[in-house]
């Protein structure tokens, strides 16, 4: 399972955001608590590919992977 920090901004009023997790699973990893993680289910290349045409209230304009 992959996790994800990641910037980007909000579709709604273009606030950005920096350092928020994303679990690559739909479980919380080992060593965090759910309050930790900011949206689970999104593989890298969802992550890759996220635009403001996508479904997701938010764009995602950096990542790095914290752990594999």
Known sequence: ???????????????????????ESDDCPKGYQDDDIFFYGLSEDDIKQSSVSDALEFVITEYTIVEN
């Open 1 to 23: 399972m992959k996790l994800f920090k990641v910037n980007g901004y909000w579709k709604n009023d273009h606030a950005e955001f920096n350092g928020y997790l994303i679990s």
